[in-house]
């Protein structure tokens, strides 16, 4: 499946799952986000002590996890013996930091489009995470999303995979050179305007936005001309845009 740019088509892609709702980043906040009705999903990447692969945002499992210290200080087997779920409701005890491999075995076979964004910058995280992707044949449904600059430029220069980069005040590392390995760029919600849209649209950059979780927002985003958002609570982009006829 490849990512389209249209905006009589305004994709959907939800945020670390259904954030709002679950712990984020867990299989289980994943599987609703699909039952909602998403066109994709949003996930992040760390790695392991011991290589592998692992679906957290941050780069230490405080925040998330029961656990303290850095994802890299970890084994893999340490980090699944983490509960990732009873920091957002006693109700979700014994959710687990995924393994990527799981993230796909779920994802492989359902035409999801999948933004896998980079928290840990070094070179063979990237490598690994492309590798693995495309192991999982998910060649054209992805695209790969960071902070800084050096990870998009060298995924791009590469790969010749889809990157997402983000307006030049958020990015480390930007240079001129930058927007030219971006396939899209993600603006936040407090960013977002007509005439911020329509400069990557000249660019031949594709606008996308996170994240727009009311009707109010959603609205601005559509009124923007933004042609993908990222969200936190699914329910009202899928709404609007259905009833404008602007989500199949």
């Known amino acids: 499946m490849m990512w389209k740019q249209s905006e009589n088509n ?7 799952g259904v954030k709002a709702f679950y712990p984020e980043n867990t299989m289980l906040s994943f599987r609703k ?3 909602l009705g998403v066109d994709g999903l949003e996930m992040d990447i760390n790695m392991t002590k011991d290589g592998h692969l692992v679906v957290i945002h941050d780069n230490t499992v405080d925040r998330t996890t029961n656990g303290t210290g ?3 200080d970890f084994n893999m087997s340490e980090i699944k013996e983490l509960d990732a779920g009873s920091h957002f409701s006693p109700e979700y005890a014994g959710e687990r930091i995924p393994a ?13 489009l999948l933004n896998v964004e980079i928290k840990d910058y070094r070179t063979c995280v990237i490598d690994k995470t492309i590798k ?3 192991e999982y044949k998910l060649t054209d449904t992805y695209v790969i999303t960071c902070f800084d600059a050096n990870v998009t430029t060298y995924a791009h220069k590469k ?10 005040w ?3 590392n930007y240079n ?8 899209s760029v993600g603006i936040g919600m407090k960013d977002l305007t007509r005439e911020l849209c329509d400069k990557y649209k000249e660019l031949n950059i594709d606008p996308w936005c996170w994240c727009p979780d009311d009707e109010e927002n959603v609205l601005r985003a559509i009124e923007c001309g933004s042609t993908l958002v990222t969200v936190n609570n699914p329910i009202p982009a899928l709404t609007i845009l259905k009833a404008k006829n602007l989500h199949q």
């Open 10 to 16: 305004i994709l959907v892609v939800g945020h670390r």
């Open 159 to 168: 790969y010749g995979v889809k990157t997402q980069g983000f307006p030049r």
């Open 100 to 112: 990527f491999e799981e993230f796909l075995e779920l994802v492989k076979n359902k035409k999801l």
């Open 170 to 172: 958020l990015v480390k």
């Open 70 to 72: 850095k994802v890299a």
């Open 176 to 183: 001129e050179e930058s927007n030219s390995h971006y396939y």
């Open 132 to 134: 693995i992707l495309e």
């Open 33 to 35: 986000a699909i039952e």
